[in-house]
C-alpha cells in the first residue's frame, strides 16, 4: 500500500494557480503560461463554449446539412489556431505542432454543437419541418 501512495504522491500535481489568474492570462495577449496543461486547458474549455454558441447561431439561422459541419470545423479550427499562435504568441512547436493544438477539444465540443444546433433547430423551425414533409 505504501507504494501506491508514494507513486501517487510522485506523479501527482499540485496546482497552485486560481480559475481567476488563468482566465485573466487566457484574456490577456502573449501571457507566459509556464504549465503547459494550464493552456491546453485554455483552449479545450474555450473551444467547448464556442461550439455551444455557434450551435445555438446555426440553430437560430437555420443553417442545415453539410455545410454547416464543415463551416463549424473550419471556424473552430481557425479561431484556436489564430488564438494561440497570433494572441498568445504560443510556439506551437512546444505543443506538438499546428494539428495538436488545433485538435484539442475538438470531438467534445463537435458533440456540444451538434447537440446544441439539433436542440434549437428542431425548437425553432419545427412547423417549417412539419410543412416540408407535407410535400
Known amino acids: 500500500m505504501s507504494t501506491k501512495t508514494n507513486t501517487i504522491e510522485r506523479n501527482g500535481t ?21 504549465d503547459k496543461d494550464e493552456f491546453l486547458d485554455v483552449v479545450y474549455w474555450s473551444r467547448q463554449v464556442f461550439g455551444i454558441i455557434l450551435g445555438v447561431i446555426w440553430g437560430i ?29 504560443i510556439d506551437e512547436e512546444a505543443y506538438g505542432g499546428a494539428w495538436e493544438l488545433v485538435k484539442e477539444g475538438f470531438m ?27 410535400l
Not at 453539410?66 to 470545423?73: I, K, Q, R, S, T
Not at 454543437?113 to 439539433?118: C, S
Open 14 to 34: 499540485i496546482k497552485t494557480s486560481s480559475i481567476k489568474s488563468i482566465c485573466s492570462r487566457a484574456l490577456t495577449a502573449k501571457s507566459e503560461w509556464p
Open 108 to 134: 467534445t465540443s463537435f458533440a456540444g454543437f451538434l447537440v446544441t444546433w439539433i436542440i434549437f433547430y428542431t425548437g425553432l423551425h419545427y412547423e417549417s419541418i412539419i410543412a416540408e414533409k407535407d
Open 61 to 89: 439561422i437555420p443553417l442545415k446539412g453539410f455545410l454547416g459541419l464543415v463551416l463549424f470545423a473550419g471556424i473552430s479550427c481557425a479561431i484556436v489556431y489564430l488564438y494561440s499562435v497570433n494572441f498568445q504568441a
